[in-house]
């Protein structure tokens, strides 16, 4: 994006908690939601003594995705302690990783508003522990005090670090919903920002249009939904583009996004510049990932969205608009193929997916999906009934309506509701015949030649019959009448 | 030589309220044990690796089992000041 | 006063009982504690209990092993539950662990009794347990004098009989000095070989837990008991445990025994020297061959200890704000409250060490400290490499000199220049042990060292248990009325 005269920078920061059943460096469950301080040990409290044991799970989580994003992986790589002081975080340092990061030098492909895609480089990926939870008594400008839950602190966090290469707030948004994609594809995130599984801190700089150098960054934080990533970008783009336009010089800072008000403001001054003194952390030892694992943990990489995206194309036929909505996420993707499977015709089952399906839940929440009352097979029972002649594709809709609300077989319903389509030639008939006689007026202008008014007969059936008339059957009978009547 | 403000700087980096004569023979202890350290910046150490464990080892890592965690009682039973069954602290002002 | 194995024997041919010998140790503590001060918390109540239930297993004749009903004490930094682990510091006076170091749970399986926990230098800070904040230890052999440290409690307590075995960490001597100056025998295991989970954390890349004992086998014994891999401890080393007491009486002959120039300096006290050079040619005579050996890094090690020490401790200790446990001073708020809180709590050394470590790691500094400190580390573990693959073993003094008076070395500078010659193998993690050698004419407890290689525990306690053999300065006890 170019405001004006300056080109837009920006670079992405994403914490993903990882899905692993235990915390980074203890046996604590990471369920989120519990009770306050239910969820921890002497360990991720940071009890004297204790000591951190590296999660087996948790690195080979970060191996796969570092694969995915097509990452050099470090074979050899540490941990390190991190310091600063806040109360959320019971040793008053974290375990992260600094100078041997987990991997290194990947990129992301995003889709442009233009349709064009773009690759994202990825500078780095490491693993590091979650802080706890602060809950201040009032807001934290006037608390008199706070109160910490140690749940989440020592939870399993994912670093990945974007190059400065994202160029507007809407690639930013895309880049986020691409790694989002990405992550819950590979079963390491649920992907759940409202739940905090994934938090993003951006950077944010402007330069003369063409510059290489790049300007003074401001770092961003606590946007956490894509939209708001792209309302708090394209705020503090214009902030600045109106700064540096009024010839001011832009400051080095942290900013907050206030999503309520709409703005990003400062946070407290920064004079007290931090000094994390990174050392090695003592208590772990070094890892040392052997090839054998890696390949295998490649070996067993699941398809990824854009790789499903193409096959959906290829396989199914399906226009490349379709393939994309549905492999926006994991479960939707796996959703949609189950329904395939069990009535194979795919176009019918994404119309339905993506018109009926999505009209009731958010396409990229994974849980809503695969907990979705009408289930793959559920929806399949229903196109059945529509190819069969059981029912007509207007009655189907209703159908699906009520199976959401009561989460029942179509059968089942077509049953007692009686919705089963009239097909009985003779039944047909006479209620086209019926139709006729009682409005010569039409059949007159038939006669004339305004052939619409056949349409006009077959609604009347249609709606005489509750909606349960075959219509193809409706429309050949009241041809077949009409024809009839001008000939004589 | 460490000034007065780099050991002022240090303090609050350690979170250590010390006086002014605390500060001061802060200032002379460190600069005489610095002085004795610095011998070391002049040992050749080119091309040597550091070490950061004395007995190398690898990759010790644990299985992604659960184990049961600690009740509350046990976690706040220490706690200088709770509320519930949060640790509760001060107001916060960012530095 | 009995040794552990002694205790054992008599348990087991029904002479006496653990109950008894527990009654025995916990009225010696009652009637002789307020002279040496080796404890700080006596958990009289749980020892009996400990006791009647080892008795009840003797009355069986199924002891659960070697160390069963055994009298211990525990130096103040293992997290004992339900017992207050104060690690010698006003922040952590009242701090009351709801978990047990591995060590700790280890002897209670063995059938341990434990007497209460002992005194230490603050957070391990020091080599004389005067930085302790809560209590002053004294020599057993000199009131007058520091029984050194940090494990001065422990080390106290053992020559005193008022514990018949302990546990104390060497960091960067903090076992084998106080050994010395206490004319006990004292071991710092491999780094690794025993578990550090549930030890209040010094320098986490040095510190080593290990024993205390009245003499050499005893020391194997709980050894024995406490080491081994531990799934808590990521830097805890996954090999067997060999029995440690099985080859003990099978003497040095043979063994090829390396003695370090640089172990010998000007400045030593001339009667160290002189028993340290006795006890090698005792060693010799019983068969071992000597060499001189060069370890040329060690001049620099002191230097390399005390950054990367402290460094590791500024971290490790920065948990310690008065928001989870221990102590708290109000503040206007959170930062003044921690900073009061650090401030009140800490004791003067732990400072220090606090601004010294944080000063090295931060901004600017890192390379030219930390980063050099931990190269010059390799150069001294390589010299150790050099030097056992020529000897078995290297035999040296313990320290320069022997237990001087309270508050002599109230220079800190003169403080470190104590652990000279401990501090290698802290920074190798090679083992090391100190066993008594001998008397100063003002009848002071010298200390011999044996160093092995990694792993080789079994070697240094051998050769030890050879010497000890061959004389009776282990025998000795001091006066106490
Ligand atoms: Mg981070
Ligand atoms: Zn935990």
Same mark, same amino acid.
């Given at each position: 994006?170019?405001?004006?005269?300056?080109?837009?920078?920006?670079?992405?920061?994403?914490?993903?908690?990882?899905?692993?059943?235990?915390?980074?460096?203890?046996?604590?469950?990471?369920?989120?939601?519990?009770?306050?301080?239910?969820?921890?040990?002497?360990?991720?409290?940071?009890?004297?003594?204790?000591?951190?044991?590296?999660?087996?799970?948790?690195?080979?989580?970060?191996?796969?995705?570092?694969?995915?994003?097509?990452?050099?992986?470090?074979?050899?790589?540490?941990?390190?302690?991190?310091?600063?002081?806040?109360?959320?975080?019971?040793?008053? +340092?974290?375990?992260?990783?600094?100078?041997?990061?987990?991997?290194?030098? =990947?990129?992301?492909?995003?889709?442009?508003?233009?349709?064009?895609?773009?690759?994202?480089?990825?500078?780095?990926?490491?693993?590091?522990?979650?802080?706890?939870?602060?809950?201040?008594? =009032?807001?934290?400008?006037?608390?008199?005090?706070?109160?910490?839950?140690?749940?989440?602190?020592?939870?399993?966090?994912?670093?990945?670090?974007?190059?400065?290469?994202?160029? @507007?707030?809407?690639?930013?948004?895309?880049?986020?919903?691409?790694?989002?994609?990405?992550?819950?594809?590979?079963?390491?995130?649920?992907?759940?920002?409202?739940?905090?599984?994934?938090?993003?801190?951006?950077?944010?700089?402007?330069?003369?249009?063409?510059?290489?150098?790049?300007?003074?960054?401001?770092?961003?934080?606590?946007?956490? @939904?894509?939209?708001?990533?792209?309302?708090?970008?394209? +705020?503090?783009?214009?902030?600045?583009?109106?700064?540096?336009?009024?010839?001011?010089?832009?400051?080095?800072?942290?900013?907050?996004?206030?999503?309520?008000?709409?703005?990003?403001?400062?946070?407290? @001054?920064?004079?007290?510049?931090?000094?994390?003194?990174?050392?090695?952390?003592?208590?772990?030892?070094?890892?040392?990932?052997?090839?054998?694992?890696?390949?295998?943990?490649?070996?067993?990489?699941?398809?990824?969205?854009?790789?499903?995206?193409?096959?959906?194309?290829?396989?199914?036929?399906?226009?490349?608009?379709?393939?994309?909505?549905?492999?926006?996420?994991?479960?939707?993707?796996?959703?949609?193929?189950?329904?395939?499977?069990?009535?194979?015709?795919?176009?019918?089952?994404?119309?339905?997916?993506?018109?009926?399906?999505?009209?009731?839940?958010?396409?990229?929440?994974?849980?809503?999906?695969?907990?979705?009352?009408?289930?793959?097979?559920?929806?399949?029972?229903?196109?059945?009934?529509?190819?069969?002649?059981?029912?007509?594709?207007?009655?189907?809709?209703? !159908?699906?309506?009520?199976?959401?609300?009561?989460?029942?077989?179509?059968?089942?319903?077509?049953?007692?509701?009686?919705?089963?389509?009239?097909?009985?030639?003779?039944?047909?008939?006479?209620?086209?015949? @019926?139709?006729?006689?009682?409005?010569?007026?039409?059949?007159?202008?038939?006669?004339? =030649?305004?052939?619409?008014?056949?349409?006009? +007969? !077959?609604?009347?059936?249609?709606?005489?019959?509750?909606?349960?008339?075959?219509?193809?059957?409706?429309?050949?009978?009241?041809?077949?009448?009409?024809?009839?009547?001008?000939?004589? | 030589?460490?000034?007065?403000?780099?050991?002022?700087?240090?303090?609050?980096?350690?979170?250590?309220?010390?006086?002014?004569?605390?500060?001061?023979?802060?200032?002379?202890?460190?600069?005489?044990?610095?002085?004795?350290?610095?011998?070391?910046?002049? *040992?050749?150490?080119?091309? *040597?690796?550091?070490?950061?464990?004395? *007995?190398?080892?690898?990759? *010790?890592?644990?299985?992604?089992?659960?184990?049961?965690?600690?009740?509350?009682?046990?976690?706040?039973?220490?706690?200088?000041?709770?509320?519930?069954?949060?640790?509760?602290?001060?107001?916060?002002?960012?530095? | 006063?009995?040794?552990?194995?002694?205790?054992?024997?008599?348990?087991?041919?029904?002479?006496?009982?653990?109950?008894?010998?527990?009654?025995?140790?916990?009225?010696?503590?009652?009637?002789?504690?307020?002279?040496?001060?080796?404890?700080?918390?006596?958990?009289?109540?749980?020892?009996?209990?400990?006791?009647?239930?080892?008795?009840?297993?003797?009355?069986?004749?199924?002891?659960?092993?070697?160390?069963?009903?055994?009298?211990?004490?525990?130096?103040?930094?293992?997290?004992?539950?339900?017992?207050?682990?104060?690690?010698?510091?006003?922040?952590?006076?009242?701090?009351?662990?709801?978990?047990?170091?591995?060590?700790?749970?280890?002897?209670?399986?063995?059938?341990?009794?434990?007497?209460?926990?002992?005194?230490?230098?603050?957070?391990?800070?020091?080599?004389?347990?005067?930085?302790?904040?809560?209590?002053?230890?004294?020599?057993?052999?000199?009131?007058?004098?520091?029984?050194?440290?940090?494990?001065?409690?422990?080390?106290?307590?053992?020559?005193?009989?008022?514990?018949?075995?302990?546990?104390?960490?060497?960091?960067?001597?903090?076992?084998?000095?106080?050994?010395?100056?206490?004319?006990?025998?004292?071991?710092?295991?491999?780094?690794?070989?025993?578990?550090?989970?549930?030890?209040?954390?010094?320098?986490?890349?040095?510190?080593?837990?290990?024993?205390?004992?009245?003499?050499?086998?005893?020391?194997?014994?709980?050894?024995?008991?406490?080491?081994?891999?531990?799934?808590?401890?990521?830097?805890?080393?996954?090999?067997?445990?060999?029995?440690?007491?099985?080859?003990?009486?099978?003497?040095?002959?043979?063994?090829?025994?390396?003695?370090?120039?640089?172990?010998?300096?000007?400045?030593?006290?001339?009667?160290?020297?002189?028993?340290?050079?006795?006890?090698?040619?005792?060693?010799?005579?019983?068969?071992?061959?000597?060499?001189?050996?060069?370890?040329?890094?060690?001049?620099?090690?002191?230097?390399?200890?005390?950054?990367?020490?402290?460094?590791?401790?500024?971290?490790?200790?920065?948990?310690?704000?008065?928001?989870?446990?221990?102590?708290?001073?109000?503040?206007?708020?959170?930062?003044?409250?921690?900073?009061?809180?650090?401030?009140?709590?800490?004791?003067?050394?732990?400072?220090?060490?606090?601004?010294?470590?944080?000063?090295?790691?931060?901004?600017?500094?890192?390379?030219?400290?930390?980063?050099?400190?931990?190269?010059?580390?390799?150069?001294?573990?390589?010299?150790?490499?050099?030097?056992?693959?020529?000897?078995?073993?290297?035999?040296?003094?313990?320290?320069?000199?022997?237990?001087?008076?309270?508050?002599?070395?109230?220079?800190?500078?003169?403080?470190?220049?104590?652990?000279?010659?401990?501090?290698?193998?802290?920074?190798?993690?090679?083992?090391?042990?100190?066993?008594?050698?001998?008397?100063?004419?003002?009848?002071?407890?010298?200390?011999?060292?044996?160093?092995?290689?990694?792993?080789?525990?079994?070697?240094?306690?051998?050769?030890?248990?050879?010497?000890?053999?061959?004389?009776?300065?282990?025998?000795?006890?001091?006066?106490?009325?």
């Amino acid at each position: 994006m170019t405001a004006g005269k300056w080109d837009v920078v920006i670079g992405l920061e994403v914490h993903a908690q990882l899905t692993t059943r235990t915390k980074m460096f203890c046996g604590c469950p990471t369920t989120f939601g519990a009770p306050p301080n239910t969820q921890t040990c002497p360990v991720c409290q940071g009890m004297p003594g204790t000591l951190p044991v590296v999660n087996r799970r948790a690195i080979e989580y970060g191996v796969r995705t570092a694969l995915a994003f097509d990452c050099r992986v470090n074979h050899a790589c540490r941990f390190a302690r991190k310091h600063y002081y806040y109360p959320d975080m019971p040793k008053n +340092f974290q375990i992260s990783q600094y100078e041997e990061p987990l991997a290194e030098e =990947g990129w992301l492909e995003i889709d442009r508003p233009d349709g064009h895609a773009r690759r994202i480089g990825i500078q780095r990926l490491h693993l590091e522990e979650d802080v706890g939870k602060l809950v201040h008594e =009032g807001t934290l400008e006037t608390a008199q005090a706070s109160l910490v839950d140690f749940n989440r602190a020592g939870v399993p966090l994912m670093e990945t670090v974007s190059k400065p290469e994202i160029r @507007s707030p809407e690639e930013a948004a895309a880049y986020l919903r691409a790694f989002r994609a990405v992550l819950v594809y590979l079963g390491v995130c649920d992907g759940n920002m409202e739940e905090g599984s994934l938090r993003c801190d951006a950077n944010v700089s402007l330069k003369p249009a063409g510059a290489a150098r790049l300007g003074t960054k401001v770092e961003i934080k606590n946007m956490n @939904s894509f939209r708001n990533v792209q309302r708090a970008l394209e +705020f503090e783009v214009k902030r600045q583009t109106e700064a540096l336009d009024r010839g001011e010089r832009i400051v080095q800072e942290t900013r907050l996004w206030d999503a309520d008000r709409g703005y990003t403001r400062s946070m407290r @001054s920064k004079e007290f510049a931090h000094d994390y003194r990174y050392f090695p952390e003592p208590d772990l030892v070094p890892l040392k990932l052997d090839a054998a694992w890696i390949d295998e943990i490649r070996r067993v990489l699941p398809e990824l969205p854009r790789a499903r995206r193409q096959r959906f194309v290829a396989a199914y036929g399906l226009p490349a608009y379709d393939a994309a909505l549905l492999t926006q996420s994991r479960a939707l993707a796996e959703y949609y193929e189950a329904a395939v499977r069990d009535f194979p015709q795919p176009k019918l089952v994404s119309n339905w997916v993506m018109s009926e399906l999505l009209r009731e839940l958010p396409g990229d929440d994974e849980r809503a999906i695969e907990q979705a009352t009408v289930t793959p097979s559920r929806l399949a029972g229903l196109l059945r009934l529509i190819d069969d002649g059981t029912i007509s594709g207007k009655i189907a809709k209703t !159908v699906f309506e009520t199976m959401v609300r009561t989460g029942e077989e179509a059968a089942a319903i077509v049953r007692r509701e009686g919705l089963t389509q009239v097909a009985d030639a003779g039944a047909l008939a006479a209620m086209v015949a @019926s139709a006729i006689a009682g409005n010569p007026k039409a059949v007159e202008d038939y006669r004339k =030649g305004k052939t619409a008014a056949a349409k006009a +007969f !077959v609604g009347q059936v249609m709606k005489a019959s509750g909606g349960k008339a075959n219509p193809a059957m409706v429309s050949k009978l009241v041809e077949a009448e009409l024809e009839k009547l001008t000939k004589t | 030589m460490i000034s007065r403000d780099d050991v002022a700087h240090v303090a609050r980096l350690a979170r250590l309220a010390l006086t002014d004569a605390e500060l001061e023979r802060m200032r002379e202890q460190l600069n005489a044990i610095l002085a004795h350290i610095d011998a070391l910046r002049a *040992v050749d150490t080119t091309g *040597v690796e550091p070490t950061s464990h004395a *007995v190398p080892q690898f990759n *010790v890592m644990r299985d992604d089992e659960p184990r049961p965690c600690f009740p509350p009682e046990d976690m706040l039973a220490n706690a200088p000041d709770r509320a519930g069954d949060f640790f509760r602290v001060p107001r916060i002002i960012e530095e | 006063m009995r040794t552990i194995h002694e205790l054992t024997d008599a348990y087991r041919r029904g002479e006496t009982t653990p109950s008894e010998a527990t009654d025995a140790y916990l009225s010696r503590i009652a009637k002789l504690d307020d002279k040496v001060g080796a404890y700080l918390t006596v958990t009289a109540d749980r020892a009996h209990a400990a006791a009647r239930a080892a008795d009840e297993r003797y009355r069986r004749g199924r002891p659960l092993g070697p160390l069963d009903g055994a009298p211990i004490t525990l130096k103040d930094v293992f997290c004992t539950r339900g017992v207050r682990t104060t690690c010698a510091s006003k922040i952590l006076e009242s701090f009351v662990p709801p978990y047990d170091a591995t060590v700790v749970d280890r002897l209670a399986k063995a059938g341990a009794v434990m007497l209460g926990k002992s005194n230490m230098d603050e957070f391990a800070m020091g080599s004389s347990t005067e930085h302790s904040a809560l209590r002053v230890t004294r020599n057993p052999w000199d009131l007058t004098r520091v029984p050194g440290g940090s494990s001065g409690g422990p080390a106290a307590a053992v020559a005193a009989g008022l514990a018949a075995g302990g546990l104390g960490t060497d960091t960067g001597g903090s076992i084998r000095q106080p050994a010395a100056f206490c004319g006990v025998v004292g071991l710092k295991p491999t780094y690794g070989r025993v578990s550090r989970y549930g030890l209040v954390a010094f320098a986490s890349s040095l510190d080593h837990p290990g024993p205390f004992g009245l003499d050499v086998t005893d020391t194997a014994r709980l050894l024995g008991a406490i080491a081994g891999h531990d799934p808590m401890d990521a830097t805890s080393i996954d090999a067997p445990v060999p029995d440690y007491t099985a080859g003990l009486e099978q003497g040095v002959r043979g063994l090829r025994l390396g003695v370090p120039d640089e172990y010998f300096t000007k400045g030593m006290d001339a009667e160290v020297e002189a028993a340290v050079r006795v006890a090698i040619d005792v060693l010799k005579g019983l068969g071992a061959t000597l060499e001189r050996v060069s370890l040329p890094a060690t001049p620099h090690a002191l230097a390399t200890y005390y950054v990367i020490a402290p460094a590791e401790a500024s971290s490790n200790l920065a948990r310690y704000d008065g928001v989870k446990y221990g102590l708290r001073v109000p503040g206007r708020d959170l930062i003044d409250m921690e900073s009061k809180t650090r401030a009140a709590g800490f004791g003067a050394e732990v400072k220090r060490r606090i601004m010294l470590g944080t000063y090295v790691l931060s901004a600017g500094y890192y390379d030219a400290y930390y980063g050099q400190a931990q190269k010059v580390r390799t150069l001294v573990r390589r010299d150790f490499d050099a030097a056992f693959a020529r000897v078995d073993l290297i035999v040296a003094p313990t320290t320069p000199n022997v237990a001087f008076r309270h508050g002599e070395k109230a220079d800190p500078i003169a403080m470190y220049l104590n652990d000279v010659f401990t501090i290698p193998a802290d920074m190798s993690g090679v083992p090391g042990v100190s066993v008594p050698c001998g008397f100063t004419a003002s009848g002071l407890p010298i200390g011999l060292q044996l160093i092995g290689r990694a792993l080789d525990e079994a070697t240094v306690l051998r050769a030890a248990r050879a010497y000890e053999r061959a004389t009776d300065w282990h025998t000795r006890r001091p006066e106490l009325a």
